[in-house]
């Protein structure tokens, strides 16, 4: 339900020619020049750095009066190279940002995985845009001393065949692992804008009741910390490891839906995201949420 891995990206340690592995095998090679690599080794190795204290950040962020100046404070804070949270109802921008920066708080490795926040119909424009040659969309999200410019192309029409853009897909959030690229963080208009926002907060709330959803997880803040769990685990390997495959078998099915979700049985990759958010957003968090958790550390 919440989340797509568009495509993976690896930088051999020789060389620069980079390869993008699409989930289906398909391979596509980018040529880099040694200081385009160089500064994107750089930006892989970003960590958040909070500039004020962080509820007086959070404070802000409520406060805001249009979606421009949420993402203006987004930018302003260096919580991620490129928002756009328009489309949607001020409060899911606002909750989704909040919990971004609260995880970020914790986990500041994240912020080279925060290239891109806002909503899914914003994400799709821009690549649509830099696919028709502007620019202006690698200042934003500071590519543009990266990306050769004659690869640009190749690179949007990879983002678009795996449907990053968010132009047809069901989920309701989504954690795109771009490459370190266009990594990020996205809602769907559909489901957070001013018409549909409290129909998904009922719908959340149902899920959660079901057990569909991890206990607690029934808020703006809990879908977007399952998407946040999405790039912890992206960005540390956790639920490749030996140890937490382990830990994930040794656990049935039915272990899991009474224990955690439904939703947790879908993959082992969800059943990390939504113990994340379980851990993040139950006052009491359950055993096999704490269990995920500790794998973090
Ligand atoms: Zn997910």
Same mark, same amino acid.
């Given at each position: 339900?919440?989340?797509? &891995?568009?495509?993976?990206?690896?930088?051999?340690? /020789?060389?620069?020619?980079?390869?993008?592995?699409?989930?289906?095998?398909?391979?596509?090679?980018?040529? &880099?020049?040694?200081?385009?690599?160089?500064?994107?080794?750089?930006?892989?190795?970003?960590?958040?750095?909070?500039?004020?204290?962080?509820?007086?950040?959070?404070?802000?962020?409520?406060?805001?009066? =249009?979606?421009?100046? !949420?993402?203006?404070?987004?930018?302003?804070?260096?919580?991620?190279?490129?928002?756009?949270?328009?489309?949607?109802?001020?409060?899911?921008?606002?909750?989704?940002?909040?919990?971004?920066?609260?995880?970020?708080?914790?986990?500041?490795?994240?912020?080279?995985?925060?290239?891109?926040?806002?909503?899914?119909?914003?994400?799709?424009?821009?690549?649509?845009? %830099? @696919?028709?040659?502007?620019?202006?969309? %690698?200042?934003?999200?500071?590519?543009?001393?990266?990306?050769?410019?004659? *690869?640009? /192309?190749? !690179?949007? /029409?990879? #983002? +678009?065949?795996?449907?990053?853009?968010?132009?047809?897909?069901?989920?309701?959030?989504?954690?795109?692992?771009?490459?370190?690229? &266009?990594?990020?963080?996205?809602?769907?208009?559909?489901?957070?804008?001013?018409?549909?926002?409290?129909?998904? %907060?009922?719908?959340?709330?149902?899920?959660? +009741?079901?057990?569909?959803?991890?206990?607690?997880?029934?808020?703006? +803040?809990?879908?977007?910390?399952? *998407?946040?769990?999405?790039?912890?685990?992206?960005?540390?390997?956790?639920?490749?490891?030996?140890? &937490?495959?382990?830990?994930?078998?040794?656990?049935?099915? =039915?272990?899991?839906?009474?224990? %955690?979700? *439904?939703?947790?049985?879908?993959? !082992?990759?969800?059943?990390?995201? *939504?113990?994340?958010?379980?851990?993040?957003?139950?006052?009491?968090?359950? @055993?096999?949420?704490?269990? #995920?958790?500790?794998?973090?550390?």
């Amino acid at each position: 339900m919440f989340n797509n &891995f568009p495509f993976q990206f690896n930088f051999p340690s /020789q060389g620069v020619e980079c390869a993008f592995c699409l989930p289906n095998g398909q391979v596509i090679k980018v040529r &880099f020049s040694s200081d385009q690599k160089k500064i994107y080794m750089q930006r892989q190795k970003r960590r958040f750095m909070l500039k004020q204290n962080i509820l007086v950040l959070a404070n802000q962020i409520h406060n805001a009066n =249009s979606i421009a100046q !949420i993402n203006t404070i987004a930018k302003m804070n260096n919580i991620c190279d490129c928002c756009d949270y328009s489309g949607l109802h001020m409060d899911a921008a606002k909750y989704s940002l909040v919990a971004i920066l609260e995880s970020m708080n914790r986990f500041s490795e994240l912020r080279s995985k925060m290239c891109f926040l806002g909503s899914d119909t914003a994400f799709a424009k821009l690549i649509a845009d %830099l @696919e028709r040659g502007d620019v202006t969309v %690698l200042q934003k999200f500071g590519l543009d001393s990266i990306l050769p410019s004659n *690869e640009v /192309q190749k !690179i949007t /029409q990879l #983002i +678009k065949s795996n449907n990053a853009s968010g132009e047809v897909n069901d989920n309701i959030a989504y954690a795109v692992a771009g490459g370190g690229l &266009f990594d990020g963080i996205m809602l769907r208009e559909k489901s957070f804008n001013n018409s549909s926002l409290f129909r998904t %907060l009922i719908n959340l709330s149902g899920g959660c +009741k079901s057990g569909f959803s991890p206990t607690g997880c029934s808020s703006i +803040k809990s879908i977007v910390d399952h *998407e946040v769990g999405h790039l912890i685990d992206f960005s540390r390997g956790i639920s490749s490891k030996k140890e &937490f495959i382990s830990y994930h078998g040794s656990l049935t099915s =039915s272990d899991i839906r009474s224990g %955690l979700s *439904e939703y947790a049985c879908h993959s !082992i990759v969800e059943f990390f995201a *939504e113990g994340y958010s379980e851990y993040c957003n139950n006052a009491y968090p359950r @055993e096999i949420s704490k269990k #995920i958790y500790s794998f973090i550390k």
